[in-house]
């Protein structure tokens, strides 16, 4: 299953790994899902992950960043002009459009409300969906 992660849930999931975000983090790290991405996603990731009050190790970060780079898939999005409530949140969407994501995952899924394909999911709705969509 292909899915773009919003920055969020990455953040969430490093933090807690027991929670959901977490259990969406670890289905990405042992290959289960393939996350989608282009170059303002992986600088978005790297901008938050690298902020002093995460605590995050910067080999840490490097050695993820460089996981998803390989294991992941880079898209090359085409812009949507839609009046998105956070503008920021634009190049997931592009990518899950253009990447045909199976979903996009986010902690704010109602920022997304003009995305009709794929489906927007916050971290426990997407595990729900990943166990029913199971071989």
């Known amino acids: ?3 773009v992660l919003d920055t969020n849930v990455l953040v969430s999931g490093l933090l807690n790994p027991f929670g959901a975000p977490g259990r969406v983090l670890d289905l990405i790290l042992t290959g289960s899902l393939c996350i989608l991405y282009d170059d303002r996603i992986l600088f978005e ?7 002093p009050r995460f605590g995050f190790e910067k080999q840490l970060i490097q050695s993820l960043m460089e996981y998803l780079i390989v294991m992941g898939e880079g898209v090359s ?3 949507i002009v839609i009046d998105a ?3 920021d949140d634009l190049p997931f969407a592009e990518v899950a459009i253009r990447g045909n994501a199976d979903a996009l995952v ?3 899924p109602q920022h997304f409300s003009f995305l009709h394909h794929p489906p927007v ?8 969906f990943w166990l029913e969509n199971q071989p």
Request: hydrophobic residues 40%; glycine residues 4%.
């Open 45 to 51: 990731y790297r901008e938050v992950l690298a902020r």
């Open 85 to 87: 409530p956070d503008p």
């Open 1 to 3: 299953m292909r899915i």
């Open 77 to 79: 999005a085409s812009p």
């Open 121 to 128: 999911f916050s971290a426990a709705e997407f595990l729900q």
């Open 106 to 108: 986010t902690g704010n």
